[in-house]
């Protein structure tokens, strides 16, 4: 059982290592990014966007951002993300997390935390932005 983990986190850090900084996600973070990636599409100008979530974990503050484009790899030379939205935390004010989205351009204080971990951040944060996304307009 432990070999089968073993290879199923190395064919997911395969996939998905250079959208984690300074984390190595536990299993269930990992499930809960790929099921938001998997699952959720939204309509933004008569488009169905898909999202990929980037986790970056610093000493002082945590991020997860979501990139909204029509296809899951824009690339370098692609366009550029059609929707935005980035979920920070800082280590220092451990009681507010800052949510931006480009669209429109607006930044938020949302009440959250503490967070124990990075692990549980990131669970926080796609969870919040999961219930927007299905929030009735």
């Known amino acids: 059982m432990a070999g089968n983990q073993g290879n199923n986190l190395r064919k997911w850090r395969k996939r998905?290592?250079?959208?984690?900084?300074?984390?190595?996600?536990?299993?269930?973070?990992?499930?809960?990014?790929?099921?938001?990636e998997n699952e959720v599409m939204i309509r933004n100008d008569n488009r169905f966007l898909v999202s990929t979530v980037y986790l970056d974990m610093q000493e002082d503050r945590w991020a997860v951002a979501m990139a909204y484009n029509p296809s899951r790899h824009p690339g370098l030379h692609g366009q550029d993300n059609l929707l935005e939205v980035r979920y920070s935390y800082s280590l220092r004010k451990r009681m507010t997390m800052t949510m931006m989205r480009s669209d429109p351009l607006e930044e938020l204080s949302v009440a959250a935390g503490p967070f124990q971990d990075p692990d549980t951040f990131v669970r926080y944060a796609i969870t919040h932005e999961r219930d927007l996304i299905h929030r009735p307009a």
Do not use: V
Not at 20 to 35: D, F, M, S, V
């Open 16 to 36: 998905n290592g250079k959208k984690c900084y300074g984390i190595n996600p536990q299993l269930a973070t990992r499930q809960a990014l790929e099921k938001f």
